[in-house]
């Protein structure tokens, strides 16, 4: 129960000061407006077009907006609960494996672990995410130890819905799920491979029902789905989430029907140096010092076990034996799928390494322990694994000297102690049982003591602010988020475009998502957004703009100012470009004078049903 409590300070600390992440809480405000919003993930109020992602990671936000108000913490607060639930589910699947010390220690470590404290305090889809993968090891658990069919199925459902927060990426837990239940079920091969079919089945089933929902649905009765440019949820899932993340290995995403923008358009603006597409990546300052504290100790607990269980040769049923296999594939194929595909400088994809990385960690700690209090050959593996987890912890550090600088040399003072305490060997000192504990736990500090300075600096508005991106420490970047107040100038617009609406669905469409999302998140104003998040989908095309305004749906169109002289410009997508020179020459500009004028606003054009010729 400690380590829950400390999991949800960890987690809703300052939850009252939560900002908006600008995309997602203006989708969410959108959700709760009806149920089509809500299922299809409409980003705007009009329910134009959806969000770039499939939209079940927000339902629990949209949940919560509902019951509590629309609100920057009422959209943290489910993270949170995820976050802390995580750490419990953990806690009962490294137990039922490994033990009660070694699932202990495992639901610390990931409480502790930077990027689950993020994680705990931002909208990003990576809570939940992690939390249903975990349930479906849970589920896969129960059914290998009596080779169940009922609880496999259950977690087929459980990778499905998780298939609706983070699309592919859910099914790269099915490796270690598959694995685990083929070679340790109790069962005969056929009917293991028959219980597997099934829950594939099931997998499949659930993956793919918001796509298929969304293919049958006719395409004028639901919003157009973002990060195509077929308005197909298929090109959505496969090409632009899924195939578009590996254009470093020579991939091509446009085939698909995908937006094709690079991952420059996926906000690729990596948290430090080393981040090229390889397994180097995962040992950059910027991931690592986010998740990968405990690497030596991992890969120690994984090592040693799967050594131990060759040498011993146990049945395939054996419960150490299943549980190495399901953390190893586990952490193997995130590891491998993270280094090569690119997760564009967000931290919080590793999630979900944090989790096997914590459960190989607890095992570890706890059979070197017991190899170090027999006292045999194998007792020497504790104070190196402390040392070499320490020093890898200093080296982490390095990178950001000037964060909390103590840290550093109070992790190898606790380090050394440890190393001292465990080292008497043949001293009276040595066989006192409060000299042995006070050695571990020595070490223990030494290890954690970094990752855990780094987690609590959470609770500092300097170093985070719930409602963010997920990371914690000196490179996050607290504060920022969606206004709660429109600004003078934008509150003028508003009025100007509400005054003169004339009974239009949409009080007007502006040149992209973030020109819409103030007016979202303020007031649930019906904007139309131009371009989808990269502002590279064709929607609306200059037909689907001329229908709207011909229809009296849309009456004003903002455009983008032209560049200065001299200044960067961005080229206009095609269908973009189109739809700027039909407006400018079939619709009436309204001088900013009409409205006040004012930064950050587009220029105005009024477009009757009828369109006159331009005049200025």
């Known amino acids: 129960m400690s380590l829950l409590a400390l999991a949800a300070v960890l987690d809703t600390w300052g939850i009252d000061r939560s900002v908006y992440h600008v995309f997602y809480a203006s989708a969410v405000r959108s959700m709760t407006d009806s149920p089509t919003a809500f299922f299809f993930g409409s980003f705007d109020p009009g329910n134009s077009i959806t969000l770039d992602k ?4 927000l339902w629990p936000q949209a ?174 899932v496969v090409g632009y989430n ?104 967000h931290t919080y994809y590793m999630g979900v390494v944090a989790v096997a990385l914590s459960a190989l960690s607890g095992a570890g700690l706890v059979r070197a322990w017991r190899a170090w209090q027999r006292r045999g050959r194998r007792a020497w593996v504790l104070p190196t694994v402390i040392a070499v987890n320490v020093v890898w912890c200093l080296a982490l550090t390095l990178c950001y000297r000037h964060f909390l600088s103590w840290q550093g040399p109070a992790a190898l003072v606790l ?10 060997r043949g001293t009276r000192l040595a066989h006192r049982p409060r000299t042995a504990m006070a050695g571990l736990a020595a070490g223990l500090a030494a290890v954690m003591l970094i990752p855990t300075v780094w987690s609590a600096s959470a609770l500092s508005p300097r170093y985070n602010q719930p409602g963010g991106m997920a990371r914690v420490g000196p490179a996050s970047r607290p504060g920022g988020g969606g206004p709660s107040r429109l600004t ?54 200059p037909q689907a703009m001329q229908r709207l305004i011909s229809s009296g749906e849309l009456r004003y169109v903002g455009l983008r100012h032209p560049p200065k002289k001299g200044r960067h410009h961005t080229a206009l997508a095609p269908d973009a470009a189109a739809v700027a020179h039909w407006v400018t020459t079939h619709c009436t500009h309204i001088p900013s004078s009409a409205y006040g004028g004012g930064a950050h606003l587009p220029m105005l054009y009024r477009c009757d049903a009828r369109p006159s010729a331009r005049q200025e």
Not at 54 to 57: E, K, T
Not at 417 to 424: D, E, F, H, T
Not at 531 to 540: A, I, L, N, S
């Open 54 to 57: 499939l939209p079940g990671f």
């Open 242 to 345: 899924f195939l578009s993340r590996f254009d470093a290995v020579g991939v091509d995403a446009g085939g698909t029907g995908s937006i094709d923008t690079g991952q420059a358009a996926h906000h690729a603006s990596g948290p430090g140096p080393g981040m090229g597409d390889s397994v180097l990546k995962m040992f950059s300052p910027g991931l690592a010092t986010q998740t990968g504290w405990l690497y030596p100790l991992a890969a120690l607990g994984l090592a040693w076990g799967l050594a131990v269980v060759w040498r011993r040769r146990p049945g395939r049923t054996d419960r150490m034996f299943t549980g190495y296999l399901l953390w190893g594939v586990w952490l193997a194929t995130f590891f491998a799928a993270f280094s090569f595909g690119s997760v564009t400088g």
């Open 415 to 424: 380090g050394v102690v440890s190393l001292a305490l465990l080292g008497l």
């Open 63 to 236: 949940l919560s907006a509902m019951l509590f108000g629309f609100h920057p913490w009422a959209l943290v607060l489910p993270q949170a609960v995820e976050g802390v639930a995580c750490v419990l589910l953990l806690h009962v699947l490294v137990r039922r494996w490994a033990g009660v010390p070694a699932g202990l220690l495992a639901a610390g470590f990931l409480t502790l672990t930077p990027v689950t404290v993020g994680l705990g305090r931002s909208i990003v889809e990576d809570a939940p995410f992690v939390l249903l993968l975990l349930l479906a090891a849970e589920a896969t658990w129960r059914a290998v130890e009596r080779a169940r069919l009922r609880p496999l199925l259950l977690a087929g459902v459980w990778v499905g819905v998780a298939f609706q927060c983070k699309m592919l990426e859910a099914w790269a837990v099915l490796p270690a799920l598959g694995v685990a239940y083929l070679v340790a079920a109790p069962t005969t091969w056929r009917r293991r491979a028959g219980h597997m079919a099934l829950a594939g089945v099931v997998t499949m089933a659930v993956s793919v029902s918001w796509m298929v929902v969304a293919t049958v649905v006719p395409a004028q009765s639901r919003p157009y789905i973002d990060g195509t440019t077929n308005n197909s949820a298929y090109s959505m």
């Open 488 to 541: 003078p100038a934008r509150e003028r617009f508003l009025a100007y475009l509400e005054a003169h609406r004339g009974g239009a669905k949409y009080l007007a469409a502006v040149p992209a998502w973030n020109d819409a999302s103030a007016y979202i998140l303020a007031v649930n104003a019906p904007m139309l957004p131009m371009g989808g998040f990269t502002g590279q989908v064709p929607y609306p095309t």
